[in-house]
């Protein structure tokens, strides 16, 4: 084995090349220092390759850095090889390396000149100016239309949902409210999407991490979507590994909308069957990866359609039938995975189902680490034993001022306007408030200069500031957070985000709340609720209905559908509106079993009045 080695590195049968300098030292020192230091400076150039090809996935022409950095390696070798020949003769060695390096650096031409037409049509620094240019004025443009846009929907969204809380409303009217309501939220999603998916290609979405509760998450996003899927007859199920961590750090809000998104698109275009959602760990590979899956019944997706499923503004022949979305779903889904490390994949076969699944890392965290903020749900007033709290409302829109004064009103706080930051600033100085919501674009003097002023000011340490405002940027919530507000709300909100953000911001302590219904208080019999309930409407009410129409609503509550409860409700006489107020309050309540109990002791009951009636003469009556 040596003699083999010899006869390669050192032979005997030929002379040193060190012979042909004469062995004078300067001439052999000169040729060995040049080629060492060509060969370190052959070396470095692949080690920044490398690096940049690691941190730059992205750019197209990787395997010709790859070839490009092997050509440039055995180049170095090459010069290595010289320095060794002077002393040992192993010129087959060096003819050998010089040959590879002849292949290489022909391969790697050749590479060269299939890629040159994509070298030609790169962009040059101005062509990239001006593209930059572009993308700039359409960032500013889609921000200053999500604002005009936002605005209005605020007004819309938001007293279409303090109407519908308005037990006076007419059935009817309930309908036209939620109608309105559904189609504001429509278009609010469709301009979410299209800013979302504008930030994602210009290269500003970033991950958010937290500490959150999986757990919690999950949960909401059940009770969120299950009674969309009970709408259309579907059973929604959630499979969670009991493996599965409940605590975790990662980008929650990505996490859902992802969820959300596949969970709802399963929903839509599944018609019967069933929608599962599944958690799990990767038992046999990576510790902690988690594993989401969204499998459905649904009629499928053609093989020749499943290629452009994550493509904007691409939709599915189902997809275009169905008239809904827009085709941004799936893209920012995936767009939003990729960033948290995974990649979403599609397994579909035409009239058995479809599986969406993606595995992400994910870092584990303890219960101490996660900060609980109270539900906003369980405020009722300003608790008795404190002083009324003073809220400023600054906006120069009169409708989200009155949007705002009715939902703090009801809850006790003292409330006062001012439609620009000048006023604000002003009536902040005299009045001294507890908390000001604060709009950033208005005339006179902006939301960002009222901020400063009254955060310059001694009395303005201790005021919560919460920008209400309809720019729905990331660099904007940071840029609001950075000048002293201490929150930040995007419009349009909801009551719940509202309340959500003085509670978080106010205390416990300036609140009384309403009983948790999971744990009764003492000395309560557990029947104030059913005997509240009882009050609204007892037999007499429902025995002026047809029997028939009783067994229906029997029926609706039973499988809890407030579609179908409400369907009936439009159907009693105007002289009977007590009746419809009645049950469109208690249904806004969720107790369809009151509404069970009470039609079923009709139905039960053999004395009852009310007989059944032809339904020729209900139609006829409704």
Excluded at 81 to 95: E, F
Excluded at 226 to 241: H, I, P, Y
Aim: net charge negative; glycine share 4%.
């Amino acid at each position: 084995m040596w003699q083999i080695l010899e006869t390669i590195f050192s032979p005997k049968q030929y002379m040193p090349h060190g012979s042909c300098y004469l062995w004078q030292t300067p001439l052999i020192g000169l040729h060995v220092i040049s080629d060492l230091l060509i060969a370190i400076a052959y070396f470095s150039i692949p080690a920044m390759l490398i690096y940049f090809i690691h941190q730059r996935r992205d750019v197209p022409f990787n395997k010709v850095f790859i070839l490009f950095s092997l050509f440039i390696i055995s180049c170095g070798v090459g010069h290595l090889l010289d320095i060794w020949t002077l002393w040992h003769p192993a010129y087959w060695l060096a003819g050998l390396e010089r040959a590879f390096t002849a292949l290489i650096s022909c391969y790697t031409a050749l590479e060269l000149m299939v890629l040159l037409p994509q070298f030609l049509s790169l962009k040059t620094p101005e062509e990239l100016a001006v593209v930059e240019a572009a993308n700039h004025s359409k960032s500013l443009f889609l921000a200053h239309m999500s604002h005009e846009l936002r605005t209005p929907l605020n007004a819309i969204l938001g007293f279409t949902e303090l109407m519908s809380r308005d037990a006076s409303l007419s059935v009817k009217h309930h309908k036209y409210v939620e109608i309105i309501n559904r189609s504001g939220e429509h278009l609010l999603g469709l301009i979410n999407d299209v800013l979302e998916m504008s930030k994602i290609e210009a290269g500003k979405t970033q991950l958010r991490e937290n500490d959150f509760y999986l757990n919690s998450l999950i949960q909401t996003l059940e009770e969120l979507l299950r009674l969309k899927a009970e709408s259309k007859g579907l059973k929604l199920v959630v499979e969670k590994d009991p493996q599965v961590p409940s605590n975790i750090h990662g980008d929650e809000s990505k996490l859902r909308q992802v969820l959300i998104n596949l969970v709802s698109n399963a929903i839509k275009f599944t018609e019967k069957g069933s929608v599962t959602l599944r958690i799990k760990t990767d038992n046999f590979k990576e510790q902690n990866t988690l594993i989401f899956e969204v499998e459905d019944t649904g009629s499928g997706i053609a093989p020749a359609e499943q290629n452009k499923l994550f493509e904007a503004f691409s939709q599915t022949e189902t997809g275009i039938k169905s008239g809904q979305g827009t085709g941004l779903g799936l893209p920012i889904s995936q767009k939003f995975v990729q960033l948290m490390g995974g990649e979403i994949t599609v397994k579909s076969e035409l009239n058995k189902g479809t599986k969406f699944s993606f595995k992400i890392p994910i870092k584990i965290c303890k219960n101490s680490q996660i900060e609980i903020t109270p539900t906003s749900e369980n405020i009722a007033e300003v608790a008795l034993n404190q002083s009324k709290y003073r809220i400023l409302i600054v906006d120069d829109d009169p409708k989200n001022c009155l949007l705002l004064r009715n939902i703090l009103g009801s809850i006790g706080f003292e409330i006062r306007e001012a439609s620009n930051g000048e006023e604000a600033v002003e009536i902040f100085s005299s009045w001294k408030p507890n908390l000001i919501f604060m709009d950033m674009k208005m005339p006179v003097m902006d939301g960002y200069t009222a901020t400063q002023k009254i955060r310059v000011s001694p009395q303005g340490e201790d005021t919560v500031i919460i920008a209400l405002t309809a720019q729905a940027f990331e660099e904007d919530r940071q840029y609001i957070l950075s000048i002293g507000c201490d929150d930040f709300i995007r419009k349009p909100f909801q009551q719940q985000d509202i309340l959500a953000a003085i509670s978080r911001h106010l205390q416990d302590e300036y609140y009384c709340y309403k009983e948790d219904s999971s744990t009764p208080p003492e000395n309560n019999n557990g029947h104030d609720e059913t005997q509240q309930l009882d009050s609204l409407l007892d037999l007499h009410d429902l025995e002026v209905m047809p029997r028939e129409w009783v067994e229906q609503l029997s029926e609706s509550a039973a499988q809890c559908s407030d579609f179908l409860i409400l369907q009936l409700i439009e159907q009693i006489p105007s002289q009977h509106s007590h009746l419809a107020k009645a049950l469109i309050q208690i249904v806004d309540e969720f107790r369809y079993d009151k509404i069970f109990e009470f039609t079923q002791r009709i139905i039960n009951n053999p004395t009852c009045k009310n007989k059944p009636q032809p339904r020729q003469q209900c139609q006829g009556k409704c």
